[in-house]
Nanobody
């Protein structure tokens, strides 16, 4: 059973940057594909980015391509989300998640993930 703890959220002005981290414990981190999702106030949860167990494959939502970068350090059991050029519409609670299944384009689907963190709040002011 994997436990995930996000950190790095905060309040930032539009155009600013943050680095979100998700620390994993209780499992073999390198065996999991990892993803980031977000839920904005009054909206449904949406996919942001995903990365394969080795880090050689990534997926991004169109809304964040070119601004966000997902990466992982298997030695530290941590996945990161570098968020740049933030916009007010990026305001949301950001969640990381771990998937045991084979990494594919289906990793944009929240149903593919087995474990979830509690989330970290990102607020972007205009």
């Amino acid at each position: 059973h994997v436990q995930l703890v996000e950190s790095g959220g905060g309040l930032v002005q539009a155009g600013g940057s943050l680095r979100l981290s998700c620390a994993a414990s209780g499992g073999t981190f390198s065996a999991y594909g990892m993803g980031w999702f977000r839920r904005a106030p009054g909206k449904e949860r949406e996919f942001v980015a995903a990365i394969s167990w080795s880090g050689d494959k990534t997926l991004y939502a169109d809304s964040v391509k070119g601004r966000f970068t997902i990466s992982r350090d298997n030695a530290k059991n941590t996945v990161y989300l570098q968020v740049n050029s933030l916009k007010p519409e990026d305001t949301a609670v950001y969640y990381c998640a771990a998937a045991q299944t084979y990494f594919s384009s289906g990793n944009t689907n929240a149903d593919r993930y087995d474990y979830w963190g509690q989330g970290t709040q990102v607020t972007v002011s205009s």
